[in-house]
T-cell receptor, first 112, second 116 residues
Framework: DQQVKQNSPSLSVQEGRISILNCDYT??????FLWYKKYPAEGPTFLIS?????DKNEDGRFTVFLNKSAKHLSLHIVPSQPGDSAVYFC???????????FGTGTRLTVIP | KAGVTQTPRYLIKTRGQQVTLSCSPI?????VSWYQQTPGQGLQFLFE???????NKGNFPGRFSGRQFSNSRSEMNVSTLELGDSALYLC???????????????FGEGSRLTVL
């Protein structure tokens, strides 16, 4: 039972444009959400996170939006750069939990 | 500062065999987690250790086990390997004693297991 879902396996975007990656979750107990980026042959690296008390968190070119009522979050990358090409994983956890529930990932390709 | 180190990076086993994977966390990190990554399922949580104690376990059969040593290094073992166990096994460490918080999971590069 996949509690965190990324329904788009892949996304292609032109360099300089906005990339929007989407994620849905089913567990209403989740209150902390994260995005990880993964390059081939490397482990995932933390990108940005958001607590359920917020609806937006921004870090440079990366912004995460959270819609609790829809159980939906999205990652916006503006402007997209070729070096952003990677697999992006959405993840969620409950307060105090020591494990994350991950989505299946979205492969982003930024075309120069 | 050295990152999370996993060994071996690649290995091939046959059905029925067993395998042991090793993980050395970042110095000072006492929490070590293991995740299985497969193409269709993404990353799935296996178990988490803190101070040599398993605190949480994912929904995997008993063939999957692990342990943590006093120096925080961890091993996971899979017995009676099945074809479906072919996956990338990722280890992550954290300095936090409780809770994920602010994305403080640092992942290793993984051990890619192929079961023939």
């Amino acid at each position: 039972d996949q509690q965190v879902k990324q329904n788009s396996p892949s996304l292609s975007v032109q360099e300089g444009r906005i990339s929007i990656l989407n994620c849905d979750y089913t567990n209403s107990m989740f209150d902390y959400f994260l995005w990880y980026k993964k390059y081939p042959a490397e482990g995932p690296t933390f990108l940005i996170s958001i607590s359920s008390i917020k609806d937006k968190n921004e870090d440079g070119r990366f912004t995460v939006f959270l819609n609790k009522s829809a159980k939906h979050l999205s990652l916006h990358i503006v402007p997209s750069q070729p070096g952003d090409s990677a697999v992006y994983f959405c993840a969620a956890s409950e307060t105090g939990a020591n494990n994350l529930f991950f989505g299946t990932g979205t492969r982003l390709t930024v075309i120069p | 500062k050295a990152g999370v180190t996993q060994t071996p990076r690649y290995l091939i086993k046959t059905r029925g065999q067993q395998v042991t994977l090793s993980c050395s966390p970042i110095s000072g990190h006492r929490s070590v987690s293991w995740y299985q990554q497969t193409p269709g399922q993404g990353l799935q949580f296996l178990f988490e250790y803190f101070s040599e104690t398993q605190r949480n376990k994912g929904n995997f059969p008993g063939r999957f086990s692990g342990r943590q040593f006093s120096n925080s290094r961890s091993e996971m073992n899979v017995s009676t390997l099945e074809l479906g166990d072919s996956a990338l096994y990722l280890c992550a460490s954290s300095r936090r004693s409780q809770g994920i918080g602010t994305g403080e999971l640092f992942f290793g590069e993984g051990s890619r297991l192929t079961v023939l």
